[in-house]
């Protein structure tokens, strides 16, 4: 996966225009099928994070959290209807540039600055977390997955350019349906079933929807999802530099309206599929739960559970433990890199190019944007090593990363819905915003949630040891026929525990 990613690259590298022009390097020229760019929007929205937190909130707290997909049914004919025609009539390079032409440069300036912090920490913990959650299941070493992610992907970003980041993001969006799908398949096999497994969910409380409960508080309900979730959706696809960049690689703006349309079935689908695959791996593993049995499992977070999962039961196929590592891999590589091309492009165009660049040729521009891209990418590699002392800062720094998307909008949707605003008001409500929704984010870093978790037992592991380790796995594999022993001996696990 690697190797194909890094070839993309180098093949965009020597075709078509050679990047040696910033259209064809942040832009793709503007002739960029609608096919690849959905997939490329959907992959840099659905980082690792995503997709091994999303399985293991399902798996602890149950099925509410699908509500979201609700938001991005209402959230995509926002983006696409009201704020995307406004940057592809404009067509620049930069989203922030439209700030300018509204308030004033130091507007600009400032949005694009907080939007750098942000992608700079974001990527470095997308980098480093599944890192750090394999490495802790597989064996794979920690190092090794953020050194051969980060190596290859500023590679191929820096040489290919967005030609090459949104062919790699359609390869990669491939892989990791693959991944998540053979969870799904290989754990409902096991769990004898479709209807088993939901019968057991259903047992566990964890098939729920239509949490109607108004208080703010409550880990998820309809509320705080599919309405909250909007303007989570609508600030990352309609005012986010990384995929209006992506939107603007289109001829038209019908064909951009329609790439950001199929995007959301895309994104959808996998996030229900991740979310399944969260319900299927608690079907097997409910009445032998292995963060209950954390001194002998070694998994001691829920985002741990899906690769766990999959080492257990997947290695008696040769071949699929890799597919899903490789999915997990192709996740993280597809965030980093939209990433690292939209945080060169906000460089050049905001703060370069007025000052500096617009006496140089075309061609030692793009030197120099190659540079910043593999800057950033080094950047990031190292960032990784800091992250790695923040232990329980981990997810506090992710959180917090977060509450910048919506300031943003709020800035981009007050210029564009009210005339009389100016920029001095723009500044002072943007820094304000920033202020209460930091102020929200460290709060809740700081306090320890009650967390209420549902039918969580280790009844139904056998007193001998437990079926469900990697060792047991493993000589048992080589017992088992056809398959239908390992079936046969967890329903009895299960039958036996009431």
Excluded at 13 to 37: C, D, R, W
Excluded at 267 to 284: F, H, K
Excluded at 410 to 436: A, D, H, W, Y
Aim: glycine share 8%; with cysteine.
């Amino acid at each position: 996966m690697l190797i194909f990613s890094a070839s993309v690259g180098i093949y965009y590298h020597f075709s078509g225009g050679q990047q040696k022009t910033s259209k064809e390097y942040f832009l793709a020229n503007k002739n960029m099928p609608v096919i690849p760019v959905a997939f490329s929007l959907m992959a840099s929205f659905m980082s690792a994070i995503t997709i091994l937190g999303l399985a293991a909130e399902n798996y602890m707290n149950g099925t509410q959290f699908v509500i979201i997909n609700i938001a991005y049914i209402i959230g995509t004919p926002i983006a696409a209807f009201v704020f995307l025609p406004v940057f592809y009539q404009m067509q620049a390079t930069s989203a922030f540039e439209y700030l300018e032409k509204r308030f004033n440069k130091e507007t600009r300036l400032l949005a694009s600055s907080i939007f750098i912090f942000q992608m700079v920490v974001y990527m470095s913990i997308v980098l480093y977390a599944p890192a750090l959650t394999l490495s802790a299941v597989t064996g794979l070493s920690k190092w090794t997955s953020v050194l051969s992610i980060g190596v290859v992907c500023t590679f191929y970003c820096t040489i290919g350019g967005m030609k090459a980041v949104l062919w790699t993001d359609l390869f990669q969006g491939l892989m990791m349906y693959s991944a998540v799908f053979v969870v799904i398949a290989k754990g409902t096999i096991d769990a004898g079933g479709f209807s088993e497994v939901w019968r057991l969910a259903d047992e566990g409380q964890r098939i729920q929807f239509f949490n109607l409960d108004p208080d703010p508080t409550v880990r998820h309900t309809v509320w705080t999802l599919a309405v909250g979730g909007i303007f989570t959706y609508v600030s990352i696809y309609a005012v986010n530099q990384a995929q209006v960049q992506r939107l603007l690689t289109v001829k038209s703006l019908k064909e951009s309206q329609i790439a950001l349309f199929l995007n959301w079935p895309l994104t959808s689908l996998l996030s229900l599929t991740a979310s399944l695959a969260g319900i299927v791996v608690y079907a097997n593993l409910a009445k032998c739960d292995p963060i209950l049995r954390s001194e002998e499992t070694n998994i001691e977070k829920a985002d741990q559970i899906l690769p766990y999962f999959v080492m257990i039961s997947l290695t008696m196929f040769p071949g699929l433990p890799g597919l899903f590592v490789a999915g997990v891999f192709s996740a993280s590589l597809s965030s980093v890199s939209s990433a690292i091309n939209s945080l060169a492009a906000v460089t050049v165009e905001d703060f370069l190019n007025p000052v500096w660049f617009h006496h140089m040729s075309e061609k030692r521009v793009t030197i120099f944007t190659k540079l910043i891209a593999f800057s950033y990418g080094i950047l990031c590699i190292l960032l990784t090593l800091i992250v790695d002392r923040l232990g329980g800062v981990l997810e506090a720094a992710l959180s917090l990363i977060n509450v910048v998307g919506g300031p943003m909008l709020g800035l981009f949707s007050l210029g564009m819905f009210f005339k009389r605003t100016n920029s001095k008001g723009s500044i002072i409500g943007f820094l304000v915003s920033l202020c209460i929704c930091f102020w929200i984010g460290i709060a809740a870093a700081m306090r320890s949630p009650k967390v209420t978790v549902n039918h969580r037992s280790i009844d139904g592991c056998p007193v001998n040891g437990s079926v469900l380790s990697s060792e047991f796995t493993f000589s048992f594999a080589n017992t088992t026929i056809d398959g239908n022993l390992a079936n046969s001996t967890l329903n009895t696990a299960y039958d036996d525990n009431g």
